[in-house]
């Protein structure tokens, strides 16, 4: 339903159960003139995966569609605001990238920039895992982090690195600027030249028993600790 009603053009197809009642999602099928399929009683492991429940419907798409330019996502994108986004840093475990999207969606950040290389992309684990925010927040396919977060200094963002040992701790910031948060990976966490072109590493008050929060976790404590000061962007 998220995908039918934000972005249906990643719809190629989609097999439906003959018992499915639910008008709602056939009628924007039909209003989006989407092939559909009938999907016989017990079939469909085939399509997903054995290990894999699909309740009857299941749609086939293409993620990469999802994905928009960093220079179209850039010409739309009003600074004055001082818009968040998250800049993804080789996050590999698909279901963090999912996370990540769906927390930056929630706490309102502008877009979620994924990196072509070293990182998950957009696949069907990472779309069920955003519980459908990957059809609503921009996804942006950003060739190189560094560069990236150069071209984000020069339209006025700050960057900030989320890292264990970051010499900020988290709540000191007013984010009165536009602010790029980068995620780095699961195990190695940020690149060293990446973080060094961070303006700002940020590091997260926590108790000692604690070495760590996971990527995704992290992430969304940090956007939610943004939103506080931007409350304009929950509306």
């Keep these: 339903m998220e995908a039918l009603q934000n972005t249906p053009k990643v719809i190629r197809k989609v097999f439906l159960a003959a018992d499915l009642k639910d008008t709602d ?9 989407i092939p559909v399929s009938p999907l016989a009683k ?8 054995r290990d894999t429940a699909h309740q009857g ?11 928009v330019s960093f220079d179209d996502f850039l010409a739309t994108l009003d600074t004055t605001k001082n818009p968040a986004v998250a800049v993804l840093g080789e996050v590999q475990d698909p279901h963090n990238v ?11 950040l502008s877009a979620v920039l ?10 069907g684990a990472v779309v069920k895992t955003s519980a459908g925010m990957a059809f609503r927040i921009p996804l942006v396919s950003i060739g190189n982090v560094n560069h990236a977060l150069g071209v984000l200094k020069e ?3 700050w960057t900030y690195g989320l890292a264990m ?8 910031d007013a984010y009165d600027a536009p602010a790029a948060f980068v995620i780095g990976n699961e195990g190695a966490g940020i690149r060293e030249k990446t973080l060094a072109a961070c303006d700002v590493t940020l590091s997260i008050p926590m108790h000692p028993r ?3 929060l996971n990527a995704a976790v992290s992430a969304a404590v940090v956007f939610y600790e943004w939103s506080k000061k931007h409350p304009e962007s929950l509306v």
């Design 57 to 67: 419907v299941i749609a086939v798409m293409n993620p990469a569609s999802l994905l």
């Design 210 to 212: 604690t070495e760590s």
């Design 98 to 108: 999912g996370a990540i999207i769906r927390s930056a969606a929630a706490f309102g």
């Design 155 to 157: 339209k006025g963002f």
């Design 165 to 172: 040992d970051g010499k900020a701790a988290l709540g000191t």
């Design 42 to 49: 017990g079939s469909g492991k085939e399509l997903v995966g």
């Design 25 to 33: 999602l056939r009628k924007l099928l039909e209003k989006h003139e």
């Design 114 to 123: 994924i990196p072509e290389h070293n990182q998950a992309g957009i696949t």
